[in-house]
């Protein structure tokens, strides 16, 4: 391979700097600490025509320890079930200890940036951050920043200015030089068509920045058909940031084990990582004790142990389940598999033309002979938010228990079960920035103990003879076999990402985006929002005059632009409005108006009839 050097002779161009003087300006200022001046050798560099002089640095700086060989991370084990982060791990590049982790804002939210990379404190909550009466397990992984220089820091030194940057006092808003590669440029989403009431309130939030985000989630960097990537399929699933993605390959380059079973170094660390994962899904839920937090699949599977496991020794014949209009399929075939098998009878709590629960018409249905009520609290299809506090309070008047499917509220809204005083709550890992293939059940604790296995097989046995099993208490009773260790190790990361952000930021954020787009579509003749509820998660549900779902979801997908279209596994509450199926853009808080910008116009240029270079 032939490798031609450019030296400070070369023909370059006009006006180009000195490649030489850039080399060693480079080298001395990657060499130097953020607001720290340069060694003496770099001093002055010839750029251009000008000299560009830099200060001389009053002491040495240390170098930071290389990267150690096959990974980013270098992690020493101190003793119990920690592991220590060396203070910087970029070669060559020191962290930037200017900058400090502010304290945290009213809403528990680090008041500096909570993102990936964003700030210089630890990823993951803290010990004075979590429940007193939670204890918290450290995970192995402790993701901190690069430690690069600062705009700031990078201006000074072109521009021959030695002074050290001064650090914005801490408050709720983030300074724009604590983000990780980002530009100078407003960070907030440009909403100029929303009516000026909407533009206030998109920028009510100015801690919020939906650019440093999307930075986070390498897969919106895709393009489709040429064309940028815009994920509006997230109440189907939700794409991972890139703390999920490094601490899988983590786990499995470092910790991947069978757990509970084994006295080997390798055991211990995926024992640690995944008993983790169920104390952080603990405190996000606001649960009592992890022993109220069980693995598995899915909210699907996590509906079928509840089924399998109470409903078989609670239901029976005569009995009565109550369910709502509302639910996807996978809140309403268990029951009725469970009520064709003891004799049940499942009723349905009906909806109004918004598509919100009538509770007046709830209140009917309870009677002596209700053991379980059964609701999402954010519906999947229309995205009405459920009154579920007052769901629960009334069945538990009438002397039933409450299953709470959160699939698709527990990535937009904060979830507290003491305070809801559920039973059981339910959700998917992958709805909520995590792995597919993991989810939780919350159960009471005295409730829990009472239940019989649902599955039989390692790891949920004490001791077993040919005549007799004894089984573990909850929740190893529940995870018979080896589990999804790695994806639950992930769903601990994406709990800590977005606890990091704060759901209140994210729920504040996507009413804002989801009031600007309720605002775009239904300017649009002929399309038809189905699901209006004034209480309402980021879904938008609609169909479109003259058009079949299918093909309004291929225009979008020409574009870049993903939707759903179809029943949604709901078909029950499409049929309650007179259809069999709806296009369903959904939104997260990496979405942006631009994004609903591109959606309207498809979606206009398909309401006109009209073709763009015969696309449509």
Same mark, same amino acid.
């Given at each position: ?143 901190? +920043? ?19 940057? *001064? ?16 530009? +100078? ?93 169920? +104390?952080? *899904? ?128 527990? +990535? ?205």
């Amino acid at each position: 391979m032939t490798i031609q050097t450019l030296t400070s002779n070369s023909p370059v161009g006009d006006g180009l700097p000195d490649i030489a003087g850039l080399t060693k300006l480079a080298n001395a200022f990657f060499t130097a600490l953020p607001g720290q001046s340069v060694p003496d050798e770099a001093s002055s560099v010839q750029l251009s025509d000008a000299p560009v002089t830099l200060a001389p640095q009053a002491e040495p700086v240390q170098a930071a320890p290389s990267l150690p060989v096959g990974g980013l991370h270098d992690f020493s084990r101190t003793g119990g079930s920690s592991y220590s982060v060396p203070p910087a791990y970029a070669a060559g590049v020191p962290q930037l200890s200017a900058v400090q982790p502010s304290a945290p804002t009213a809403g528990g939210a680090p008041a500096s940036s909570g993102y990936y990379f964003l700030n210089e404190g630890n990823a993951f909550p803290s010990k004075s951050e979590s429940p007193a009466n939670l204890p918290v397990i450290e995970d192995r992984v402790q993701p901190q +920043s690069f430690g690069l220089p600062g705009e700031a820091d990078i201006l000074a030194l072109l521009s021959g200015d030695s002074r050290k940057p *001064v650090v914005a006092a801490t408050s709720t808003a983030l300074p724009t030089n604590h983000f990780y590669l980002i530009d +100078s440029l407003s960070q907030e989403p440009r909403i100029e068509k929303a009516p000026q009431s909407d533009l206030q309130a998109a920028k009510r939030n100015s801690a919020f920045d939906v650019n440093a985000i999307r930075r986070d989630f390498p897969i919106l960097s895709e393009r489709v058909n040429g064309k940028p990537l815009i994920w509006l399929d997230n109440a189907a699933t939700t794409h991972k940031p890139q703390s999920v993605i490094d601490r899988l390959a983590y786990f499995y380059a470092h910790e991947n084990s069978n757990i509970h079973r084994a006295a080997h170094e390798l055991a211990a660390r995926a024992t640690d990582a995944y008993e983790a994962a169920r +104390s952080k *899904v603990a405190n996000f839920l606001g649960a009592r004790s992890t022993e109220e937090i069980i693995f598995v699949r899915g909210a699907t599977e996590a509906i079928n142990l509840v089924a399998n496991t109470w409903g078989r020794q609670n239901v029976g014949a005569g009995d009565e389940i109550i369910v709502s209009n509302l639910e996807h399929h996978a809140n309403i075939v268990p029951w009725q598999l469970l009520a064709a098998a003891v004799g049940a009878k499942i009723r349905v709590i009906p909806v109004d033309d918004s598509g919100q629960i009538l509770l007046d018409e709830y209140r009917k249905l309870l009677n002596n002979r209700t053991k379980l009520v059964s609701v999402t609290q954010v519906s999947n299809a229309l995205g009405t938010v459920t009154p579920v506090q007052e769901i629960i309070a009334l069945a538990h008047a009438a002397g039933a228990k409450v299953l709470i499917d959160g699939a698709q509220a527990v +990535s937009h809204l904060p979830v507290n079960v003491q305070a809801l005083d559920t039973d059981f709550y339910v959700f998917s890992g992958h709805k909520v920035f995590g792995p597919t293939g993991i989810g939780v059940v919350y159960g009471k604790r005295d409730i829990l103990e009472t239940l019989p296995p649902w599955q039989g097989g390692g790891n949920m046995i004490a001791d077993v003879t040919f005549e007799k099993t004894l089984y573990q208490p909850a929740p190893n009773r529940f995870e018979a076999g080896t589990g999804n260790i790695a994806d639950a190790v992930g769903l601990g990361a994406a709990i800590d990402y977005v606890q990091q952000i704060g759901l209140h930021n994210i729920a504040r954020y996507e009413h804002d985006l989801l009031v600007y787009a309720t605002h775009a579509l239904s300017a649009i003749p002929g399309l038809r929002l189905i699901g209006t509820a004034e209480n309402k998660a980021s879904v938008l549900s609609f169909v479109l005059a003259g058009y079949r779902t299918e093909e309004v979801g291929s225009a979008l997908n020409r574009e870049g632009i993903a939707v759903r279209s179809g029943h949604h596994c709901a078909q029950p509450i499409l049929r309650r409005f007179g259809v069999e199926a709806t296009v369903r853009p959904s939104l997260a808080f990496y979405n942006t108006c631009e994004e609903i910008d591109a959606l309207a116009a498809v979606l206009s240029q398909l309401a006109r009839g009209k073709s763009s270079a015969g696309r449509y």
